[in-house]
């Protein structure tokens, strides 16, 4: 057996038995080895292989897996630029926290400076925020199964995506001999080379929380559903209005207009006193200025990063390992009460809307998806739309990449995410859909999840629309350096990737288009970008206007 074989076959059987049960590969010359020992292994039903020929929505489809799953998925190509392509999802990964793999094949090192083909430096490639273990070329000789089992063990230990980089000599491909100096033999029972304990919590949990009164206003970002449950539970036998964003409406019982009255400014008597703020809230402003406003803040964090960019937290801890303080329900009921009159207003004021606008179409979807879909939510104006419109389900499974909150390969992983689910959703903006088409591109021979893709076309770059350059001052630029408008016919794009394309013109029948289907197809709802600051504006007023 030639070396490259050797190493490649140990190295996949290691990652199966290290709960690797899910790989994204894209063809190449040099990770030859890998892809015949990752095909090996797919027949053998030892991990599903999935293939892509476009590295960067090869990442995000890894991505997407790990975030449906919560296990670790690689990504695996061939040296040179393709190993750079994989930089956006890798990123998202470390600021998500998710176990993405990049297992990259790389070239002889005596050839990396001396101009040979598809070769550069790959050591460090993603930078400070992942990990590069480089492994050593393998030889015909006996001592190398430990030491690349033991690597393998010793890299998924990190907190977050990981690069595993191997150069291979040729040949790369099996020589059709099982000679080898060595047994290449995992541990017995499947088990891993090396078992590691799980680490324990970053930080200790709080245990002294004195600092926190009736006044106490909870604020619930990207966090695991049970945190979100928990944290939910802890504050109402507290006492505590609990505000989350849709990452988190698995916390259930929570104020359901949180960021629309935020955005729109706090009357005296919501003003909290102290702040709980749990996992990584992102979306709001609004969320931004009580956490600035707030005499104190708790920050309660799994992770060594936590979420804090205006540096206020005056305190960092674990979850919380108490039992919840006492205070009555008066605090609360009085955020009840504003959260009624909120929805009302809400509700009466996109009645009187035209149809559609975002927020109409957010509120919608989410009103019509059957019970425990999953929703994939796009970065940009979508997640914002659900934030501020949408009722809070908490049977929904919702997804979003809000580590770095970039458009990058949003459908190619919310395809991940729908390959664990039966049928799952996904409400994009046009830039996005068109950023990442090619995640529609998947070959006839592999999975294909039930997935519907909503698309909110507005022909451009609405949430600039909403920002300080959208203000009439900067008219005379806007359009061309902001708003981008495109022309794109999606329906021919789609038809072009063979791919179901629906126009729907009203929320029934958007409501309709959403009925449960077999495969991958995309809903389109036209909307006119020029209404989109005016309305925001109006709908801040009106809640203003309720106290």
């Known amino acids: 057996m030639n070396p490259s074989t050797a190493q490649a076959r140990v190295l996949v059987d290691e990652l199966a038995r290290n709960d690797v049960r899910q790989v994204v590969l894209c063809p190449g010359s040099r990770n030859a080895a890998l892809a015949m020992a990752l095909h090996h292994a797919a027949v053998a039903g030892k ?172 604020v619930i970002g990207d966090v695991a559903p049970e945190i979100a449950r928990a944290t939910a539970t802890f504050a109402s036998a507290a006492g505590w209005p609990v505000i989350v964003e849709p990452l988190a409406f698995a916390a259930g019982d929570t104020i359901g207009t949180g960021s629309l009255l935020l955005s729109a400014g706090l009357p005296p008597a919501l003003r909290p006193e102290s702040l709980l703020v749990v996992g990584h809230p992102s979306l709001s402003r609004g969320v931004q200025r009580v956490i600035r406003e707030t005499p104190v803040v708790h920050v309660i964090s799994d992770h060594p990063q936590w979420t804090d960019p205006q540096h206020q937290a005056d305190y960092v801890t674990g979850p919380l390992a108490v039992d919840p303080p006492r205070f009555g329900d008066a605090w609360l009921s009085r955020w009840r009460d504003a959260d009624v009159s909120a929805k009302s207003v809400v509700d009466k004021f996109l009645a009187d809307e035209r149809w559609p606008t975002g927020l109409h179409v957010a509120q919608t979807l989410i009103d019509a998806l059957p019970y425990g879909s999953t929703l994939f939510l796009g970065s940009s104006n979508p997640v914002r739309d659900v934030d501020m419109a949408a009722a809070h389900r908490a049977d929904l499974r919702l997804f979003s990449n809000r580590g770095l909150a970039g ?104 409501r309709d288009a959403l009925a449960p289907a077999d495969g991958i197809r995309v809903i389109e709802v036209s909307a006119d970008r020029a209404r989109l600051r005016d309305l925001h504006s109006r709908l801040r007023s009106v809640i203003s206007e309720a106290w």
């Open 407 to 510: 458009i990058d390969g949003t459908l190619s992983c919310a395809v991940g995410v729908a390959l664990s689910a039966e049928h799952g959703y996904a409400l994009v903006g046009d830039l996005t859909f068109l950023h990442d088409i090619n995640g529609l591109l998947i070959g006839p021979s592999e999975l294909r999840p039930n997935l519907a893709v909503v698309v909110l076309n507005d022909d451009g770059g609405g949430i600039f629309s909403l920002l300080e350059q959208g203000s009439p001052e900067h008219a005379d630029s806007f359009e061309r350096i902001f708003g981008t408008p495109h022309g794109a016919d999606l329906a021919a794009l789609c038809a072009g990737y063979r791919v179901p394309h629906t126009l729907v013109d009203s929320a029934a029948a958007l």
């Open 47 to 218: 991990l599903t292989l999935h293939v892509r020929i476009d590295e960067r929505s090869a990442g995000f489809l890894a991505l997407g897996i790990a975030r449906g799953t919560g296990l670790p998925v690689a990504v695996v190509c061939t040296s040179g630029t393709a190993v750079a392509n994989l930089h956006p999802a890798m990123m998202e990964a470390a600021h998500s926290h998710l176990p993405l793999i990049a297992l990259t094949a790389d070239r002889p090192i005596e050839l990396v400076g001396s101009g040979a083909s598809q070769t550069t430096v790959q050591h460090g490639i993603f930078g400070a925020l992942v990990s590069t273990v480089d492994f050593p070329m393998a030889e015909p000789r006996p001592g190398q199964n430990a030491v690349w089992r033991g690597m393998v063990c010793r890299s998924l230990r990190s907190d977050g995506p990981v690069h595993l980089n191997v150069p291979f000599r040729e040949p790369l491909v099996p020589d059709g001999s099982d000679d080898w100096p060595e047994s290449l033999d995992g541990r017995a029972d499947g088990r891993p080379w090396t078992s590691v304990a799980a680490a324990g919590e970053t930080r200790s949990g709080a245990t002294e929380i004195g600092h926190l009164g009736e006044r106490t206003l909870v």
